[in-house]
């Protein structure tokens, strides 16, 4: 059983273009992320969202935006892509934040790597 | 800006040796953690230290830390060729508003030659 999967794994398209990344979580966690991970191997948060609270890395154009329908999905969007968001895109989850001592391990899917043309 | 630097950014060794990577970061931390990600693959979590603690053992894993540095190690014992994949150590430490934030670092390269 995949704890947290993303589809597709590879997504090639044109520059301007609108797509999406679907991510689910089957571990009942009640707070998802998206990361960006560059060619370097930086790994870079750009979203944070539970059920109460979207939190929003401030780098992040605006292009991209997360939907959730419940609290097992996290689905990216992005619109107008760029050359530039060339990257592969993480999903996780954790459980939500604990109280005094910060985030829990995260888990993480295998990753979207999104290629513009 | 980045908070969590790993040193050195690529190590290669022996089957057999030990590997020692270093992390450190620049503002106070609620925990440390460290994960591995193995080539074209998601991160795994590995271990995660809270401030108050300075060693965790789990497996052939040792973590450190020291927050009076500001920096962690992980030390990986009689290490096996499938030890080989990046390790990030991430931070967890205020964002602002109320809400917290997990940094990671740009990761050590670890090979482990058979």
């Known amino acids: 059983d995949t704890a947290v999967s993303q589809t597709p794994k590879y997504l090639v398209t044109q520059m301007g273009n609108d797509k999406s990344i679907k991510c689910e979580q089957n571990l009942g966690h009640d707070t998802m992320y998206w990361y960006k991970q560059d060619s370097k191997k930086f790994l870079k948060i750009m979203f944070s969202y539970n059920n109460k609270e979207l939190i929003i890395n401030e780098t992040v154009p605006n292009r991209f935006s997360p939907k959730s329908p419940d609290k097992a999905h996290l689905n990216l969007h992005i619109n107008s892509l760029e050359l530039g968001d060339s990257a592969v895109y993480f999903c996780?989850?954790?459980?939500?934040?604990?109280?005094?001592?910060?985030?829990?391990?995260?888990?993480f899917g295998p990753g979207t790597r999104l290629t513009v043309t | 800006s980045q908070q969590g630097e790993e040193d050195p950014q690529a190590l290669s060794i022996q089957e057999g040796e030990n590997a020692t990577m270093n992390c450190s970061y620049k503002t106070s931390i609620n925990n440390l953690q460290w994960y591995r990600q193995n080539s074209g693959r998601g991160l795994v979590h590995l271990i995660l230290?809270?401030?108050?603690?300075r060693e965790k053992h789990s497996g052939r894993l040792r973590v450190t830390l020291d927050t009076s540095k500001k920096s962690s190690s992980l030390l990986i014992t009689a290490s096996r060729a499938a030890d080989t994949a990046s390790y990030f150590c991430a931070t967890d430490a205020p964002s602002g508003a109320g809400s917290y934030q997990l940094t990671f670092g740009k990761g050590t390269k670890l090979s482990v030659i058979p």
């Open positions: 230290i809270r401030s108050n603690e």
């Open positions: 996780a989850s954790s459980q939500d934040k604990g109280v005094g001592w910060g985030h829990y391990e995260q888990y």
